[in-house]
């Protein structure tokens, strides 16, 4: 079954604490994504994968970093978290005809 | 750069009234469309897309949407709501013009609809 995971799907952590989410997609896409939802904002991408060992910025990209060092994972990386980034997190893996398959979500909560 | 407006954050409808949601994109280059579906509590699902053709794309469950170019719009609609429409709704484009920098989502529409 085509999928895309992430771990973990709840987090509470405090100001400052490393944390990594991780994503994981099983359909041998190139091009991964990630996203941020907030209430009114709809989803803002944060940093994108075109390929093995490619990343850029999203639109959001402050406080946040990335890694792909094979083509099924991208984790998303705070490097120390802020209360400003309590939000959804979305991974999409995104096809050759541009249609995104999104995991379950990460809610984060940062005190 | 691309944005995305959606025309409505909250619409309430009673079952069987019909659905039109609107979606605006602000930069008139190459582009593909997608409409995509959250139900409360689940990630985004795929309703319909657009990348070239036939303007008028039908989904799944019987949602449709039109894209016209000359309004840089890509409206979706439903002759007939359920309950279980019930959901929020967001338009996206990618631009190929800045590709991968600008896949851009809409700010969503809450779509609630009374049994």
């Known amino acids: 079954e085509a999928q895309v995971t992430q771990n973990p799907r709840y987090l509470i952590t405090v100001t400052g604490k490393k944390l990594t989410v991780t994503c994981s997609q099983n359909?041998?896409?190139?091009?991964m994504s990630w996203y941020r939802q907030d209430p009114g904002l709809g989803l803002r991408q944060i940093y994108y994968?075109?390929?093995?060992?490619?990343?850029d910025k999203g639109d959001v990209p402050e406080g946040y970093k990335v890694s792909r060092k094979e083509k099924r994972n991208f984790p998303l990386i705070l490097e120390s978290p802020s209360p400003n980034q309590t939000s959804l997190y979305f991974c999409?893996?995104?096809?050759?005809?541009?249609?995104?398959?999104f995991g379950p979500g990460t809610r984060l909560t940062v005190l | 750069a691309q944005s995305v407006s959606q025309h409505n954050h909250h619409v309430i409808l009673s079952e069987a009234a019909s659905l039109e949601l609107g979606c605006n994109y602000s930069?008139?280059?190459?582009?593909?469309l997608f409409w995509y579906v959250q139900y409360p509590g689940q990630h985004l699902q795929l309703l319909l897309k657009?990348?070239?053709?036939?303007?008028l794309v039908k989904g799944i469950k019987g949602f449709e949407a039109e894209f016209i170019k000359s309004k840089f719009s890509f409206n979706l609609r439903k002759p007939s709501v359920q309950w279980s429409d019930t959901a929020e709704y967001f338009c996206?484009?990618?631009?190929?013009?800045?590709?991968?920098?600008?896949?851009?989502f809409g700010p969503g529409t809450r779509l609630s609809v009374l049994p």
């Open positions: 999409a893996s995104i096809a050759s005809d541009n249609e995104q398959f």
């Open positions: 359909m041998n896409h190139e091009y």
């Open positions: 994968s075109m390929n093995v060992e490619v990343t």
């Open positions: 930069y008139g280059g190459t582009v593909n």
């Open positions: 657009y990348f070239s053709g036939d303007p």
């Open positions: 996206a484009v990618i631009d190929f013009d800045n590709y991968g920098q600008n896949f851009v």
